[in-house]
């Protein structure tokens, strides 16, 4: 298997942006789809973005115009760059890859979050 590891979070006052990375390691062939996930206290986790290997992207409507999901497949790294944060914005953020392997074995990963919090 691999292991996820984020970067970037943090304290934030409104309207202001941050950029998340998470970068995978270990034995890996391939990454197809590359996401990001948040989950705010009381709340079920949600889909923020994600990023298919064709260069095809999602996003949830509340981010839409804000919020630029893109991967740099040489660093195995996913991005999520977040302008005009907003309070509602607030949550831990997760990384997500769907990861071949090197034995070709396909993992759903997750990365251990990074906390965002926008507050003035």
């Known amino acids: 298997q691999v292991q996820l590891v984020e970067s970037g979070g943090g304290l934030v006052q409104p309207g202001g942006s941050l950029r998340l990375s998470c970068a995978a390691s270990g034995s890996i062939s391939r990454i197809s789809t590359m996401g990001w996930y948040r989950q705010a206290p009381g709340k079920q986790r949600e889909l923020v973005a994600r990023?298919?290997?064709?260069?095809?992207?999602d996003y949830a409507d509340s981010v839409k115009g804000r919020f630029t999901i893109s991967r740099d497949n040489a660093k195995n790294t996913v991005y999520l760059q977040m302008n005009n944060l907003k309070p509602e914005d607030t949550a831990v953020y997760y990384c997500?890859?769907?990861?071949?392997?090197?034995?070709?074995?396909?993992?759903?990963?997750w990365g251990q979050g990074t906390q965002v919090t926008v507050s003035s």
């Open positions: 990023i298919f290997s064709g260069g095809s992207t």
């Open positions: 997500d890859m769907v990861i071949t392997t090197m034995n070709m074995n396909l993992f759903d990963s």
